[in-house]
Structure formats: C-alpha cells, structure tokens
C-alpha cells in the first residue's frame, strides 16, 4: 500500500502538474463511492497538496472576482491501498475514478483525478490531519525522534520491534516495505521487543569534543533505526517515479524495484506478524516470534521456473494431500502411477475402490469370503509425491 513516500511523490505530482491550471465548477464524486460529498463550487481555483506522513492535503482556493464567493477548502486523503492521483482528459476518464477535479474552459477541459481501485482510500473535508498520528518521518524529524524516546514507557513498545514500527502514533509514514528495509539494514531481528532496540538509541551519545560536520558524518555513516526511519523515505522520494505501486509491470516502479533490498526478495524468509502483516528479513527472526508460525524463504526466479517446470513434468504429483476420502474413492490411479513391475493388465484385474461396497455385498449373498488383503504400498509414494510438489 502507499506509504509515506509515496503520499510526498504524490504531493509532488499534484503541484507541477496542476501549476498555472485553472480549475472551475463543481466537485464531482463518483455514485459508488462511500466517501462524503465535496460542498464545494467555484468558476476559477487552484488546486495545491502537500503530504504529512500517511496523509495528504489538497487545498482548493478560489481566485480573486470568481463566482460564486467561496472561502478555501482542504480535503485531507489517506490513500488506503492503492489510492493515486491523475491527470487526464476530461473524456477518458480512469476506472475507479471516485473524485474528480475539472479544468475551466476555455482550455482543452482536463480531471484531476483520485483514483482508488479497491475503495480503502477515504478523503475528508473538515482539512485537518488525523488527530493521534505522530510527526512525520520525513518533514519533522526531530519531533518524530522526540515523540517516540520520550514514550517509551508505552505499551506499543512491549511488541516486537516490527510491529511497532507500523504504529503511526510514532512511526507517521512508515509501512510494510519501510520496515523491512530498515530492520534488514541495520540487521536488528523483527521480533525482538521494541522498548529493547530504542531503549539503546537513549544511552548512545556522540562526543561531545567533535565538531558538527564530524557530527554528522558519524551520523551518516552509522545511523541508528531512528534516523533511517527519516533517510529511508528520504531515498524512494529522491527515486521519483511513484515509488512502490501495484503495477508492477509499468516500467516507472523499475527504479524502485532495483532499490529494494529485502522486501519481497530472493533468498529472504518471511512471517506473519500478530496483525498479518507480512515482515521480510534475514536470518534469526527474534524472541517475541510468532509461536507455531513458520518462516518461509523467497526463492529466485530460477528456482521458482525450475519448479514451475517440474509440474508440468509431473502434474499428478501437485496435487494436494488433503484430499476427502470420498474424492479418492472417485479417483482411480493412472497408468503412470502403477509401481514398477505392474502390468496394465495386472491392473486391470484388480478391483477397483469404485466397487468396493457392491464387491462385498456380493462376497455376503454368496457365501465366499476373499483371503486377507494386505495393505497397498501406496504411504511412501503419497509421500514422495508431496514432497516433489
């Protein structure tokens, strides 16, 4: 989903690309939405953004002498999973389009669009920032490191350390792929306790006989998870492009993609956090690790065609174990899966499970009674058979 640098490229967007437009009418909302009305309409205004974490600001404003009289308007988005802004036609219009801006004529008319494809994004018109979330990590930085130390006695910081860093009472604009990227730098297990990792940054202190550009050269090259939580984003929003996006193939997320060191990279392991958030690292996950989850590791895209290749190989051999007794009753083995020896003929000759029941209740009406049948040697082949799955 958008994370904090993805609502600044976004702010960006809307500012050079909205620069010198002029927009007029009404606010149009989509009839699916579920988001409130936009009260708002004027012959002439200009639209400008800025960001605050996880959260950005539109800001409508009238021009001198436009009808009729309307005092500014801020609407502030959260962009929920996949929310965006775009610039288009007036005519060609993107699916899922819930908010839509208009151009005043009498230039080509063009939509400042909010597109949502899957509704989680949400926009507010009352123009004030979610009370409760923290400073931001990018433009306030030294609030940010202020709130999250001088809080350290609250209860967020019981948890592990990555479940803590998705809290946006302290860590405003930090997400998923942000957290994995900064615990794999610094190489800090996701789930060891958070009050643990911080408690360190308190007690670290520079000395005091160095000059400020030593300062911040010792700070540059040995950055604690505070300040890479501010330089992390600070690097996806020097990236440009939209940074992280559900279009993967688009060739504007390649600059991002090569960036990523850990989220969702070959060779990495993976477990879910007690929200069932997906956390990407590397090596020992930590003490407060999920009890009974298991860690999954990511493999190359040579192993995963190498698999993917093997089952077409062998399609019999992926499917499932857990298969109900009754579908095995219905699916004889094939040829391919006789032990070797067997004849088709053989085979042939053996009654099927299909007539299992009429088998014995012609064995009752009779009389005859079949010698003991020994158990097929079929355990050890299941097995194999999962295994190469």
Wanted: overall charge positive.
């Amino acid at each position: 989903m958008p994370e904090g640098p993805e609502l600044h490229l976004a702010s960006h967007f809307v500012n050079e690309t909205c620069k010198g437009l002029v927009f007029g009418g009404c606010v149009e909302k989509s009839s699916v939405s579920r988001n409130p009305e936009v009260p708002f309409e004027s012959s002439a205004y200009h639209i400008s953004a800025l960001a605050r974490g996880k959260e950005l600001r539109l800001t409508l404003s009238p021009l001198p002498g436009s009808q009729p009289p309307q005092q500014p308007l801020s609407l502030v988005f959260r962009f929920g999973m996949s929310g965006s802004f775009q610039l288009v036609p007036a005519e060609a219009l993107p699916r899922h389009a819930h908010l839509r801006f208009y151009t005043a004529p009498p230039a080509p008319r063009l939509a400042l669009c909010f597109v949502d494809i899957r509704r989680f994004g949400h926009w507010d018109p009352g123009g004030e920032w979610q009370p409760g979330r923290g400073p931001c990590v990018l433009l306030e930085y030294e609030r940010f490191r202020e709130n999250v130390l001088q809080n350290l006695s609250d209860k967020a910081f019981d948890r592990p350390i990555c479940e803590a860093l998705l809290d946006q009472r302290f860590f405003n604009g930090i997400g998923n792929y942000l957290r994995a990227e900064i615990l794999y730098r610094l190489k800090i297990p996701p789930f060891e306790k958070a009050r643990t990792v911080l408690e360190a940054l308190q007690r670290c202190r520079l000395n005091p006989e160095l000059t400020l550009s030593q300062k911040i050269k010792a700070k540059l090259l040995n950055p604690d998870l505070l300040e890479l939580c501010h330089l992390v984003p600070k690097e996806v929003v020097q990236l440009g492009g939209k940074g992280y996006g559900p279009e993967r193939g688009e060739e504007d997320f390649a600059a991002f993609r090569a960036w990523l060191q850990c989220y969702g990279m070959p060779g990495m392991s993976s477990l879910r956090d007690r929200h069932g958030r997906t956390i990407w690292f590397q090596g020992d996950p930590g003490p407060l690790a999920p009890k009974g989850g298991r860690s999954r590791k990511k493999k190359s895209q040579e192993t995963q065609l190498g698999a993917k290749d093997r089952k077409e190989d062998f399609p019999l051999s992926s499917k499932p174990m857990s298969r109900t007794r009754r579908a095995r009753k219905h699916h004889p083995k094939s040829i391919a899966q006789q032990p070797e020896g067997t004849s088709l003929k053989q085979n042939q000759e053996t009654p099927t499970a299909l007539k299992k029941g009429k088998r014995r209740r012609r064995q009752a009406s009779t009389g005859h009674h079949r010698a003991p049948k020994s158990k097929p040697d079929t355990q050890p082949r299941e097995a194999g058979e999962n295994s190469a799955s």
